[in-house]
């Protein structure tokens, strides 16, 4: 198990910004690829970014290519999800996950560890 807890979660103007941690427990932290995915109201869940176990790659939704940065710090077992521009639309609860094996994975299925997630609203 990877426990993961999700914080820095608000309400925000739109053209504002935000910045989500994921802070996870254990050694093995810096093994996994993470990613954070978001769910709103009455829609599935839906993926945002992935950052490499090491973080020197990443890749990103279209949705929020340009305006979202995904990082992290292996030494502090924790990832971060930078937002900017944000818009109205981005209103989710925004959820870290962790897969054990693997790299380019977008499906929820394919995440083997879950974070609670944080809850991000964006007024107009």
């Known amino acids: 198990q990877v426990p993961l807890v999700e914080s820095g979660g608000g309400l925000v103007q739109a053209g504002g910004s935000l910045r989500l941690s994921c802070a996870a427990s254990?050694?093995?932290?810096?093994?996994?690829?993470m990613a954070w995915f978001r769910q709103a109201p009455e829609k599935g869940r839906e993926f945002v970014a992935a950052?490499?176990?090491?973080?020197?790659?990443?890749y990103y939704a279209d949705s929020v290519k340009g305006r979202f940065t995904i990082s992290r710090n292996n030494a502090k077992n924790t990832v971060y999800l930078q937002m900017n521009s944000l818009k109205p639309e981005d209103t989710a609860v925004y959820v870290c996950a962790a897969i054990i094996q693997g790299w380019g994975a977008t499906l929820p299925s394919e995440y083997d560890y879950w974070g609670r997630g944080t809850q991000v609203t964006v007024s107009s």
């Open positions: 254990g050694r093995a932290f810096s093994n996994y690829n």
């Open positions: 950052v490499k176990s090491n973080g020197d790659s990443t």
